[in-house]
């Protein structure tokens, strides 16, 4: 069965920083996609950036990159000069290509930035 | 347009209660899901949508009825509620028939079963 691994429950960093969030991932399967998932306090989640797995290069969205290892299995996500409205829950999610079912999640990151 | 939206936002049940939460998407998505998220957990499926008519069920369904009778409404029923199903409720829809174009995301349900 597909896990997802976000080994870091709780992370800090100061404004304008940089921050990097880890997730490890475990399947069988070569096509799949990846995903990073926002929840802020307000709790609606927000879609941050999407990965397909046959595609070597990395995802980059503004201030948002991964950098995606296939063969390590690994998907962390950068935030380039965090901003306070950064600050949320991060979601590392798992979805096997052709499958019209499930979404597989981490259990979360809580990033807190600071002024 | 509004997006997805759920009602209600709060509800408190007795244990053997039964309910409906109610899901309406106006964006003409063909992909629905409900999910539901535990402290300390990420979103787990309950059962989702591919279209009006075909509904399938996710990874946690016991418990919990849907229909999806129209492309906009899918509304997730409990039979008889739980302790166990506190939590909070999250629905979401996407475009297309799979779940890996992004999903919207409604602003939740909290639910509490006394």
């Known amino acids: 069965a597909q896990t997802v691994t976000q080994s870091q429950p709780e992370m800090s960093v100061q404004e304008a920083e940089t921050v990097t969030l880890s997730c490890t991932y475990d399947t069988s399967e070569n096509n799949y996609y990846l995903f990073w998932y926002k929840q802020p306090p307000s709790r609606q989640m927000i879609l941050v950036i999407r990965?397909?797995?046959?595609?070597?290069q990395n995802a980059t969205e503004n201030r948002f990159s991964v950098n995606f290892q296939k063969a390590a299995k690994s998907f962390s996500l950068k935030i380039s000069d965090s901003q306070l409205g950064d600050t949320a829950m991060y979601f590392c999610a798992y979805g096997r290509r052709g499958s019209q079912g499930n979404l597989i999640f981490g259990k979360g990151t809580k990033l807190s930035v600071k002024p | 347009n509004a997006g997805v939206t759920q009602t209600p936002k709060f509800q408190v049940l007795k244990t053997g209660q039964s309910m409906t939460l109610q899901c309406a998407q106006d964006m003409n998505h063909e992909y629905m899901s409900w999910y539901r998220q535990d402290p300390g957990m990420g979103l787990r499926l309950i059962h989702y949508s591919v279209g009006a008519g075909i509904t399938d069920q996710g990874e946690v369904p016991n418990g919990y009825n849907v229909s999806r009778s129209t492309t906009e409404d899918f509304p997730l029923r409990l039979l008889s509620a739980a302790p166990s199903q506190t939590s909070v409720y999250f629905c979401?829809?996407?475009?297309?028939?799979?779940?890996?174009?992004?999903?919207?995301f409604g602003p939740g349900t909290r639910l509490t079963v006394l």
């Open positions: 990965q397909e797995a046959y595609k070597q």
């Open positions: 979401a829809s996407t475009p297309g028939a799979s779940p890996y174009n992004e999903q919207f």
